[in-house]
């Protein structure tokens, strides 16, 4: 025992200041990597790498799972309800609002050099068109057979390559659809290709609609060629809401709703809404709020917050904080802050677009309810209605946090919604491109073991510093550091010698 005592002695006094210096710094670089992977794997996925490692993988070799268990199979089923309702909840939309891809997105890329649409935005347009322009029978016509595989096509130079080799068999309404999508560089020009395919869509209408009895087949191409001119006439709507006839687009998008009122996944009404704002029609727009703000149809960050811009509307102009304090709030006034208060509720990201303390960017090609690229989308559009009313802005700036008071949890419970949905966070990241920092809410602490590695790794730097400025004072406090380590199991020791007879303790060194 003494002998070992010795010789671990001898080893510590033998150790050099610039082993110490080593080893700091070693182990600093070390948790330093560490740190800044597990950093880099928090801000991509929002979890700790080490505990979900842990979590997945060593656990359950650990026997924290019993599969056997009746509480843990009715744990599982649990959270498979839980995942099926996430699934729900995260239901990506087509955006009612989306811009055109030549005429707006491309000319995005032109100028700034970046991507303003991610890969998985445009699968998912890929299949919203297929969805809404093919359909069993397009073999049977030679140019819509050629624009089905033009809709399955990644390549944009193919896709118009395509609707060109359509339109040189005939007059094709989706081939047409295409190239004002993709291939018109401007508003004017987009609006000229879809006047075309307006009429060439309306003539498939026509012989459809009457042969729609006929069989399954015919009816699958009237529903085919009715998506095809409701998607038409929407898009004319948006042209010339773009090109300053507001009016005009008003009028086209009553006309569109009367004429397919079934048709409500259009969202054509969110369209009316924003064109409405636009001409400070806001008794016609409450008309189209009491129609669709209604408890049995889903809600957007379009109707709630336009119901809280009419409402604060009528307070805004002559609100005070500091007279609201003294006097308490008027019916009105609580009228307004509760419509806000719902409005964050539904989507906190929102409030920080408005109030431009976060920077917009264009709005995607879909949106996640409830989510961030709902509120990208939602203010790239309204900001300007909340700037001309006067102090709406202000009456949100005063009051929008409070929201956040009612709702202390709420990923467990909501207060006029259910509760905020856990997914929007990763959902939302595959929807924007990878130079937009995604708003996140609620704020997730960061993990424990970000935080000790960061510890970590400054303790072990300053250690490394430290011993290289000041070898001989670091070695003597290393070594007193280790013989206090091991003079507990020095002191163990001595007390077993003691008791133990010299000849037994003998023996057990021998083995």
Known sequence: MFGTESSLSMFLNTLTPKFYVALTGTSSLISGLILIFEWWYFRKYGTSFI???????LRPLLGGVDSSSPSNSNASNGEADSSRQSVSECKVWRNPLNLFRGAEYNRYTWVTGREPLTYYDMNLSAQDHQTFFTCDSDH???????????WRERNPQARISAAHEALELEDCATAYIL?????????????RLFKQALKAGEGCYRRSQQLQHHGTQ????????TNVLVYIKRRLAMCSRKLGRTREAVKMMRDLMKEFPLLSMFNIHENLLESLLELQNYADVQAVLAKYDDISLPKSATICYT????????VSDKFSPEAASRRGLSTAEMNAVEAIHRAVEFNPHVPKYLLEMKSLILPPEHILKRGDSEAIAYAFFHLQHWKRVEGALNLLHCTWEGTFRMIPYPLEKGHLFYPYPICTETADRELLPMFHEVSVYPKKELP???LFTAGLCSFTAMLALLTHQFPELMGVFAKAFLSTLFAPLNFIMEKVESILPSSLWHQLTRI
């Open 179 to 191: 190239l004002a999508e993709e291939e018109a560089t401007t508003i004017m020009e987009a609006e």
């Open 51 to 57: 505990e979900q490692v842990s979590v997945s993988h």
């Open 218 to 225: 015919y009816e699958a191409q009237h529903r085919r060629d």
């Open 307 to 314: 119901a809280a811009l009419l409402k604060a509307r009528a």
């Open 140 to 150: 049977l016509r030679p140019a819509d057979a050629i624009m089905q595989k033009a």
């Open 448 to 450: 424990f073991f970000i």
